[in-house]
């Protein structure tokens, strides 16, 4: 299927609006999830809803909560969640850490108890956006492991992801790295089991260690693992973002004790960001960062199909071509949409009406 982006904005926007999301609460998050479907990243798109609306009938994600500051001394803050969304979370936080970065040149900003922070590109593009480099650090505590770590054999934390953004130059878009630190990220497998798709060698391990490729494995009991990508580097990454995310901010690490329930995707994230013009100044920031991007990228490639990119290329290609021609959903994961549609109590004729270009 291919549905216009407007369509299923309307649809998620009634969805949450549905479930008891008010004022601007439906149109953040929706316009959240869309706009990771637009740039490709269907894994944190609208396929998160219907896990999303279970949640707040579980009591596991309470709606209609805003970023609230425990700790502030200046430019250190701690921002509680409050197990909100993190579409409404996570902007907020920033918008804090943007003011107190153009106050103080930097800060250090730890959000803590937040329901999924979905996309973390979303949040280094709202600091690039106000001139900001910025660096995200991020894990997940509620539920039980699904990485297994350098070397281990079964999962202990999450997928961790990591972004640092840098702002748009003369000539040169923003600079978004922002990534699991898994192979594949979790959404990725489970569009990969939506689809009936085997997975490629090493992303995961079955229940019993041993290497597989079937994303079922992660479904099953015993639950398989994840791997980490670049073995022990990106291991160490990961490990690093439970450890900056989960401990600085005090919202806690991915253990048996902290375990909750299945449906609980807390995020904790520690966020340095710097206004690079009191460091270096606008114009040897402008002049230096777009002469190094067009250095790079005019690295005759391998491929004359495959140019060299930049982190942040692929999702806008992605966003311009989806913007234009609709975003595709797969059926199972339209089922699932559809299915957490009428539970929160949208006509089927409605859901039909909006399913289309
Ligand atoms: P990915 O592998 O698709 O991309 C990772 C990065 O590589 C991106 O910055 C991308 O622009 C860049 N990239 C891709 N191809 C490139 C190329 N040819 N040249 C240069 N750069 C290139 O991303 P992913 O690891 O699958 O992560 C997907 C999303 O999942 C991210 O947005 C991440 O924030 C999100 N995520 C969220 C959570 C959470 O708990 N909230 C957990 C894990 C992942």
């Known amino acids: 299927m291919i549905i216009d982006h407007n369509n299923l904005r309307t649809l998620a926007r009634e969805m949450l609006i549905a479930s008891g999301s008010e004022d601007d609460e439906p149109a953040i998050v929706s316009d959240n999830l869309v706009d990771a479907n637009l740039l490709g990243h269907d ?47 996570g902007m907020e936080a920033m918008d804090i850490g943007i003011e107190r970065t153009r106050q103080h040149g930097v800060c250090v900003l730890a959000t803590r108890h937040s329901f999924h922070l979905g996309r973390i590109g979303a949040w280094g593009e709202r600091c690039a956006e106000a001139g900001l480099v910025s660096m995200h ?8 492991g699904l990485v297994a770590p350098y070397r281990g054999s079964d999962a202990r934390y999450a997928t961790n992801p990591y972004c640092c953004t840098l702002p748009g130059t003369p000539g040169q878009e923003q600079v978004v790295l922002d990534m699991a630190t898994t192979l594949m990220a979790q959404g990725k497998i489970r569009v990969a089991r939506n689809k009936g798709e085997r997975l490629p060698e090493g992303v995961v391990i079955d229940g019993q260690g041993r290497p597989s490729t079937d994303p079922e494995v992660m479904f099953q009991s015993p639950q398989g693992a994840m791997m980490p990508f670049a073995t022990y580097k990106g291991y160490g990454l990961a490990l690093v973002c439970e450890l900056l995310a989960g401990v600085l901010s005090g919202g806690g690490t991915c253990r048996p004790q902290t375990n909750r329930n299945h449906d609980t995707i807390l995020n904790n994230m520690l966020s340095i960001i710097i206004d690079p013009t009191r460091l270096v100044g606008q114009d040897f920031f402008d002049s230096e960062a777009a002469a190094t991007l067009s250095h790079v990228k005019a690295s005759p490639p391998l491929n004359p ?33 559809a299915d957490a549609a009428l539970t929160a109590g949208i006509a089927e004729d409605r859901i039909e009406a909006l399913a289309r270009v």
């Open 305 to 337: 199909d495959e140019p060299v990119l930049v982190p942040g290329d692929p999702e806008r290609a992605t966003g311009k071509q989806r913007r234009a021609d609709g975003i595709p959903v797969d059926e199972q994961s339209w089922r699932l949409f």
């Open 43 to 89: 894994s944190h798109g609208i396929g998160m809803l219907p896990r999303y609306l279970e949640a707040v009938r579980a009591g596991e994600l309470t709606v209609n909560q805003h970023a609230r500051i425990d700790v502030d001394t200046g430019s250190m803050l701690t921002v509680d969640g409050g197990a909100g969304y993190g579409q409404v979370i």
């Open 137 to 144: 650090y991020v894990n997940v505590v509620g539920h039980s």
